[in-house]
């Protein structure tokens, strides 16, 4: 026994992750992958943030920054809240860090006792469940069948939420499906958590400019106003901005949750990278219009992947309206043969028989805890989803 951490028991790499680096060695290997794995925008970050980053360095912004965020990308957070989201917090209401993954960790590490209850939707991205594990919570999923369009209902919810509940995590647009939540459902999801006190919510709005279809985004604490001081409402720089690396999230919320999050993270990381967040004030205050235009360009992609996954008997795509994933259904490959002799018992082993067979990388639906579907990111380009495709469709032609 070399002494490990308990609460570390049954926390490992994330899937997308493991595949993304199984993927990798394989190209070492020589063979050609179409990565399909990886929740990260292929566009570049803005021009003018990288240019912010360099003159912060170049001026001597180099020093040790307060550690819930410099003033003025707390204002710009601020000022981005209330143009986009209606949403009025004070500065002590705003806390920056490295990545929303940091501030979720902070939420939970810093309100979590074992025995806790967290509320997941699901699917849900994956994180969510450890980071609470990590915390000593343990999970309660509330099921979003694709039959409603991956969606949360308010009459699910209520039965889910006990005495014990601490917190519930809305993600939409969602990790791994892409769905959304319309105002109306929103409204209706409000209506449930208002009869509930005791519970926080989390609203990981990480994928808010990523829409589609005219689809209009809200956030719980703007819709409900009651609920505000309840609600941690996430975000970020890095899926809108193509700023994964640089590694800044952010969040409002009530003043002495932010306190004890805040503690939390001067025991870890204290405040994040000066230059990073120069970047970051450059990309929330510089122009927004690139946003409209990516989501433009995304929203095509879509279409191109819906259409050719429908086109491939045994695989059943819906249509998401948000992020840059879909989740396909593959019932009917289960139990199948691959032309290798690979058996097909499991999303599992069809998302690694795929790999390995045809070497396209996605990500398995048991790893978002909904089976039997994968995991398709489309943040890459219309050559790499065709030729991805085609080999999928390939693939599933091919099982007996
Ligand atoms: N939330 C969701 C739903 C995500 O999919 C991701 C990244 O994949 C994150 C948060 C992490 O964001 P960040 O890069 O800001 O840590």
New binding site residues.
């Given amino acids: 026994m070399r002494g490990f951490a308990d609460r570390l028991n049954g926390i490992g790499i994330s899937a997308?992750a493991a595949m993304t680096d199984k993927a990798s060695v394989l190209r070492a290997e020589g063979l050609k992958i179409i990565s399909l794995s990886s929740?990260?925008p292929d566009f570049p970050t803005p021009s003018h943030a990288v240019e912010a980053a360099v003159e912060a360095a170049r001026s001597g912004d180099t020093k040790y920054p307060p550690q819930a965020g410099k003033p003025a990308l707390k204002k710009a957070i601020q000022a981005k809240f209330l143009r986009d989201n209606n949403l009025d917090y004070a500065l002590d209401e705003i806390l920056v860090a490295?990545?929303?993954?940091?501030?979720?960790y902070n939420a939970m590490m810093a309100t979590c006792n074992p025995g806790d209850e967290v509320v997941l939707p699901t699917p849900y991205?994956i994180?969510y469940a450890d980071i609470a594990r990590l915390g000593g919570a343990d999970i309660v999923q509330v099921p979003c069948p694709a039959e409603n369009n991956f969606r949360l209902s308010a009459a699910a919810l209520d039965a889910a939420i006990t005495p014990k509940t601490k917190w519930l995590v809305l993600?939409f647009p969602?990790?791994p499906t892409g769905a959304c939540c319309p105002r109306k459902d929103m409204e209706a999801i409000a209506e449930v958590l208002l009869k509930h006190e005791h519970v926080w919510i989390m609203t990981?709005d990480?994928?808010e400019h990523l829409v589609y279809d005219d689809f209009q985004f809200c956030t719980l604490a703007e819709v409900e106003p009651r609920l505000k001081d309840r609600v941690l409402t996430?975000n970020?720089?890095?899926?809108a901005y193509a700023m994964?690396g640089w590694?800044?999230?952010f969040c409002g919320g009530p003043r002495d949750l932010i306190a004890v999050m805040n503690n939390m993270q001067g025991q870890s990381t204290s405040g994040i990278n000066t230059i990073a967040q120069a970047a970051a004030v450059a990309a929330l205050e510089g122009p927004q219009d690139f946003l409209r235009e990516r989501a433009t360009e995304y929203q095509g992609r879509r279409d191109l992947v819906v259409s050719l996954l429908n086109a491939i008997p045994g695989v059943e795509c819906h249509t998401p309206q948000g992020?840059f994933y879909v989740y396909p259904e593959i019932s009917d490959c289960i139990g199948k043969t691959t032309p290798e002799g690979r058996h097909i018992q499991s999303d599992a082993d069809f998302v690694m028989a795929l790999l390995e067979e045809k070497q396209v990388a996605t990500v398995q639906g048991a790893a978002y805890g909904m089976s039997p579907f994968f995991r398709i990111s489309y943040a890459t380009s219309i050559e790499t989803l065709r030729e991805g495709c085609r080999r999928i469709e390939e693939f599933v032609l091919s099982l007996k």
């Fill in positions: 997308s929740g990260e490295n990545g929303a993954k940091q501030i979720i991205w994180s993600n969602n990790n990981d990480i994928y996430v970020g720089v890095s899926k994964t590694r800044v999230g992020a």
